[in-house]
């Protein structure tokens, strides 16, 4: 299948600190990339749609202000958690769709610790 | 709105069959995926079905029933490392950017 990467793949940081984390798909153009959070031992949640050229699209309860996304490129979309607290510490996922083959395709996930 | 049910836990032995169910009721209908979740790895796609019938993929295999809104996922000659958990995820008609609703998973265990 395709393949996504993301990075960083572990992050600890201080609380109020912010935290970028990157996702690129590697051998296919992705006009669409959507970033998940997983709690320990729970589904998958979309936190938002990231549309390349556009603002992205978030999903009901999710801050636009706090979890701020680029998809500046076809290959590349940015998640950053702004003044990180403890409550955000969780498995961070992209996935990029790849229109070709008519499925998504997830990265390898970043764990975000808020100390 | 958006329901998308398996069961919790399933477990078998090594070598055995297992059947995941789906079932699922949203607004509109575009396609079924499963993914592989091993603890503290993202999702790997297993298949994909988006007519009625099944789909086999070596020892994995899926199938849908869109009138009765049901699929399900068949692990055959299971093995150790089939032991994760399950994604059935759902994606609607109504979603042109192809979202995906997701089932919370079923977590299988084999056992020697």
């Known amino acids: 299948g395709a393949v996504v990467s993301q990075h960083p793949s572990r992050v600890i940081c201080k609380s109020g600190t912010s935290v970028k984390i990157e996702c690129r798909s590697l051998d296919f153009q992705a006009t669409t990339m959507f970033w998940y959070r997983q709690f320990p031992k729970q589904s998958l949640m979309l936190m938002a749609t990231s549309n390349e050229g556009s603002k992205a699209t978030y999903e009901q309860g999710v801050e636009k202000d706090k979890f701020l996304i680029n998809h500046a490129s076809l290959t590349l979309s940015t998640l950053t958690v702004t003044s990180a607290h403890p409550e955000d510490s969780s498995f961070y996922i992209c996935?990029?769709?790849?229109?070709?083959?008519?499925?998504?395709?997830f990265g390898p996930g970043t764990r975000l610790t808020v100390l | 709105g958006q329901n998308i049910d398996q069961p919790t836990e399933m477990t078998a032995t090594e070598g055995a069959i297992v059947q995941i169910n789906c079932t699922y009721q949203t607004s509109g209908f575009n396609g079924l995926f499963w993914y592989q979740q091993h603890a503290g790895e993202a999702p790997t796609f297993l298949s994909y079905n988006v007519l009625d019938g099944l789909e086999e993929k070596g020892r994995f295999s899926s199938f849908l029933s869109r009138s009765k809104g049901y699929s399900y996922l068949l692990l055959k000659e299971l093995q150790m490392k089939d032991s994760a958990s399950y994604l059935c995820?759902?994606?609607?008609?109504?979603?042109?950017?192809?979202?995906?609703?997701f089932g919370a998973g079923t977590q299988v265990v084999v056992t020697p």
């Open positions: 996935s990029a769709r790849d229109e070709s083959a008519d499925t998504q395709y």
């Open positions: 995820a759902v994606r609607p008609t109504t979603d042109s950017w192809g979202k995906l609703q």
